[in-house]
């Protein structure tokens, strides 16, 4: 190995020492070092009969030297064509710039694929406001003050007693349509939530959910499980198992939580699910009825469900995304994968 070192040391030199008068001179350098069957190429070669220890030695000595060669090279090449700039020839046969078309965002991608699935089942999308009252966020959705459950949602406070905040939820916007009273309700709502949360691969301080309502005379458990199931066939294709935990929210009762079997390892055990072959993907449950009657709906008469999932969550398990940060740093290395996708 040391002859090879002290050969790259002599090639070193001869590049230093580099001075090209001609573009052919340019060239010739290029294809001595950096050409298909140039010296750089051949070098690296050699890595296979360097013994094991001593291969990340040379890999550093010969990572060195290829970087030199091609900057070498590159400054040359810049003062040729600074050269060729400057005696003002225009050449009009040169392939023109580019249009670049951006890319939709995957966190687009799939909350308007979410929205296509429910508008086929007759939702229709609600909006609200991302800076909301205490009420419409909290207090008429069960959520008393002092309640626990508000612990888990803290948010940011615009403004204290009366308090604004921004929305730590989706729900909200369900809160308004209840409280707008047209009957049946079958919306809805995509929209971006806060939450005061520390950042990190898989929690944010904002992110993207979307919740539906369906509120009518007679809506049942059946029907919530039957909507969803559709909703997941049709986002995730077909070869996953569904199942629904009870679980616990101060707006639903009963309530579950959906989990699909994991789309990584087919249900075996992985990082992605934690070893046990399930993800979870959403909340649901019927609508409380304390909730309907605080929104001004008669329980006795009216019953509806309700479900809210993070298109966050979506999109990292339908791209396989592991770190929820990527969608919000414009990376463009990450956001043109999502070229060829509609
Ligand atoms: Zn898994």
Redesign the pocket.
Known sequence: MEQIVQQIEAYKQEIAAFQPKNAEELEQYRIRFLGTKGLVKSLFGEMKNVPNEQKKEFGQVLNAFKVLAESRYEAFQQLKDEAAGATGQLDLTLPGEPHRLGTRHPISLVRNKAIRIFERLGFTIAEGPEIENDWHNFTALNLAENHPARDMQDTFYVHNNPDWLLRTHTSSVQVRAMEEGKLPIRIICPGRVYRNETISARAHCFFHQIEGLYIAENVSFADLKQTLYYFVQEFFGENFKVRFRPSFFPFTEPSAEMDIS?L??G????N??KHT?W?EILGCGMVHPQVLENCGIDSGKYTGFAFGMGIERLTMLKYQIKDLRLFSENDARFLKQFQGTV
Request: net charge negative; with cysteine.
């Open positions: 994991c990584i390892c249900g075996e055990g992985c992605v699910c072959g993800v």
